[in-house]
Every structure is written in structure tokens, then in C-alpha cells.
């Protein structure tokens, strides 16, 4: 599943190319995602004018001009992808069609159709319910070390399940969870709230430098995802721990570990992460 650097950098890509452009036509080729689209979804999109894209969690908002905001989630397998020039062949899993003026084309490919497509009232979007129980972005200057510190006390849960947590801090997922830990020298299995404020500081730091590195890189490419105009992301040439199960540490070349959190695999160092 594409995590927050993959979105952001969707988002940038998308931002770069359509922001000012007019929706000419939508186009629902298949109707029935995780969650069924508007029945007035091509109506309510044909016309409107694209004034911003932005984030939230790994949500992508399309912002219109009427006020309303397109989200997009790419669910496990989603893209989007533009295109400059009209497709002779739309593929099979080509579920969702936008037209732009000037002429550029964005394609929604789903194959699992777990993603989703939906229109929301612009000026309550926290209050919605796809927002409403999401905790806080780990890149605003607000996510201190300090708030993360008060969130981590509140938890006997291991850290590692308590910064994945969507309703606690958004977007660490599996990947840049296990780097992050592994740039505070923090064991994924210690209980949250023994976690003291100094490592809660360099736990913040890691978050936010390897997003950030991820960013820049475009990205980690694991299985479908791609960025908008659908090259891969490189961040997963960087992996310090993910992945690297037996193969050496990069600081003190003991081999690294794996064991399994909630169902996913965790990767670590036994000697550097404590």
C-alpha cells in the first residue's frame, strides 16, 4: 500500500500539472470500488476548476472550485496517472476517466479496487467521516516531540504498533516505521510509555527525516506504486532495516532481525536498537 511519502509525492506531481486546469469530463468506467461512486459524480465534477491539491493522511484532496473537495485513496494497487495526449486503449482496470482544458488526461487504475473516490463538502472536511478519527500529521511543525511524547505515554501498547496507529499520528506506515526506529535506536517491541523523552526526541526526528528523505526520493516502489507520471520512487535504495532480515547492520553489522507486530513483518537491529 503506498504510504504518506508515496501520496506526497503523487499530490506534488498532480499539484505541479492540473492545479488551474478545468475538469472538461469525467468518466466512471466502473462504478463499484471499496466504497460505490456518487450517482451524480461525472455531473458534479464536469465544469469545475482545479484551485488546489493537497493531503491529508494518504488521502489525495482535489480541490474544486464550487467549494467541493475530490478525494482519492489509492487503497493497495491505485494510481493515478497523466497523460499529454488522448490513449488509443484505455486498460482493463482503467476504472475512472478525468479530461482537463487544457488538454491533459488523469487516469484512475485500480486492479484489487480497494481504493476510493468520493466528493466532500470543502469547508468541514475534518468533520467528515473518512477524517474525523485521524490523529495528527507527523510532518506539521505542531507534531512536536513533545506531543508525541504525551501520545506515547497514554500507551502500554509496543511503540512500534502505537506510531502505525492512524488515530494516533497518520501515515508511518510499516516501512518508515521500522526506519524510524531504527534512527532513534529504539527497539520496536518496548511498551510505548517506558519510551523516555529523550528517545521520544530522536523517535520524532526519525519520523520526520526519513519522510522527508522519502519525499525527496520520490518514494519507496513496492509492488504497483508509481508516481503521477507513473516513474518509481528510488527511497527503497535507501532502506537501512526493511527488507534486510540476516544481512548486515549498517553500523554494527551484527545481522538484522525480523519478527512479526499485528501481522507485519518487523525489521530491526538486536544490538543497536534497545
Same mark, same amino acid.
Given at each position: 500500500?503506498?504510504?504518506?511519502?508515496?501520496?506526497?509525492?503523487?499530490?506534488?506531481?498532480?499539484?505541479?500539472?492540473?492545479?488551474?486546469?478545468?475538469?472538461?469530463?469525467? #468518466?466512471a468506467r466502473r462504478r463499484d470500488l471499496r466504497v460505490p461512486l456518487p450517482h451524480d459524480?461525472? *455531473?458534479?465534477?464536469?465544469?469545475?476548476?482545479? #484551485? +488546489?491539491?493537497? *493531503?491529508?493522511a494518504k488521502y489525495i484532496l482535489i480541490h474544486l472550485d464550487d467549494g467541493k473537495i475530490f478525494i482519492v485513496h489509492l487503497g493497495m494497487s491505485g494510481s493515478l496517472i497523466?497523460?499529454? +495526449?488522448?490513449l488509443p486503449n484505455f486498460?482493463?482496470?482503467?476504472?475512472?476517466?478525468?479530461? =482537463?482544458?487544457?488538454?491533459?488526461?488523469?487516469? =484512475?487504475?485500480?486492479?484489487? *479496487? =480497494?481504493?476510493?473516490?468520493a466528493l466532500a463538502a470543502g469547508k468541514d472536511i475534518e468533520g467528515n467521516k473518512l477524517f474525523v478519527q485521524l490523529g495528527k500529521e507527523p510532518l506539521d511543525p505542531e507534531t512536536?516531540?513533545?506531543?508525541?511524547?504525551?501520545?506515547?505515554?497514554?500507551s502500554r501498547a509496543p511503540v512500534k504498533s502505537v506510531i502505525m496507529d492512524q488515530r494516533k499520528i497518520?501515515?508511518?506506515?510499516?516501512?518508515?516505521?521500522?526506519?524510524?526506529?531504527?534512527? +532513534? *535506536?529504539?527497539?520496536? +517491541?518496548?511498551?510505548?510509555?517506558?519510551?523516555?523523552k529523550k528517545e521520544t526526541a530522536r523517535l520524532m526526528n526519525g519520523i520526520k527525516t526519513v519522510l522527508e528523505e522519502a519525499i525527496r526520493s520520490g518514494g519507496s516502489t513496492l509492488r504497483d506504486y508509481v508516481r503521477s507520471s507513473g516513474d518509481a520512487g528510488y527511497f527503497q535504495h535507501h532502506f537501512s532495516v526493511y527488507g534486510r532480515a540476516k544481512t548486515p547492520c549498517t553500523l554494527c553489522r551484527t545481522p538484522l532481525s525480523t519478527t512479526r507486530q499485528n501481522g507485519r513483518s518487523t525489521f530491526f537491529c538486536q544490538t543497536c536498537q534497545k
Open positions: 500500500m503506498p504510504e504518506l511519502p508515496e501520496v506526497e509525492t503523487v499530490c506534488r506531481g498532480l499539484s505541479a500539472h492540473i492545479t488551474g486546469r478545468t475538469i472538461v469530463r469525467a #468518466t459524480f461525472e *455531473r458534479s465534477l464536469a465544469d469545475r476548476k482545479i #484551485t +488546489a491539491v493537497t *493531503r491529508r497523466l497523460h499529454d +495526449a488522448p486498460r482493463k482496470h482503467d476504472h475512472v476517466i478525468i479530461e =482537463f482544458s487544457p488538454y491533459k488526461l488523469m487516469v =484512475f487504475h485500480d486492479p484489487r *479496487r =480497494f481504493g476510493l473516490i512536536t516531540a513533545e506531543r508525541l511524547y504525551d501520545i506515547l505515554q497514554h497518520v501515515g508511518v506506515g510499516n516501512i518508515y516505521a521500522c526506519e524510524a526506529l531504527f534512527r +532513534a *535506536r529504539i527497539h520496536p +517491541a518496548r511498551p510505548a510509555n517506558k519510551i523516555t
